[in-house]
């Protein structure tokens, strides 16, 4: 079972987030799977208070803010943050098998990473990246 937090748009699963805001609708595996399909498209997932559900809108990219880098530039960006370490301990402590493995091959065996990538999200929330911040490190990774 998962949830989206209407106020940071994040989906939280319920079998591996121990810490999940109040803020938040059910959502089932299928519409999971669903909105990350619509994510995927460049669609941006909101909660409409109007019609008190989720809905997906479409989004403009962030002029400058590069929407892939290689996996090479992600982690140059990650040591130039002084994040990598703090990455890889947050994968190894994941507890659930598939969402570890999920995280591993994302994290180490992708060509690009995607800005928009909800594993990668999901990552930068643990590490208390900013969307702002990982924007930034986007436009660094994009130089190296």
Not at 4 to 26: A, E, M, R
Not at 123 to 140: R, T, V, W
Request: hydrophobic fraction near 40%; charge should be negative; include cysteine.
């Amino acid at each position: 079972m998962y949830k989206f937090c209407k106020s940071d748009g994040f989906f939280y699963n319920t079998k591996i987030h121990q810490s999940i805001p109040l803020d938040v609708v059910d959502v089932s595996d299928d519409e999971f799977k669903d909105f990350i399909k619509l994510r995927e498209l460049g669609k941006k997932i909101i909660y409409d208070q109007s019609s008190d559900e989720l809905k997906a809108v479409d989004v403009e990219p962030l002029i400058g803010v590069p929407q892939s880098i290689s996996t090479a530039q992600g982690h140059l960006a990650l040591i130039e943050y002084g994040k990598y370490q703090d990455a890889v301990d947050f994968i190894d402590a994941i507890v659930d098998p598939v969402e570890k493995l999920k995280a591993e091959v994302n994290f180490y065996r992708r060509n690009d990473w995607q800005r928009d990538n909800q594993t990668l999200i999901f990552l930068a929330k643990g590490l208390g990246i900013s969307d702002a911040e990982l924007d930034q490190m986007f436009i660094f990774g994009a130089t190296q």
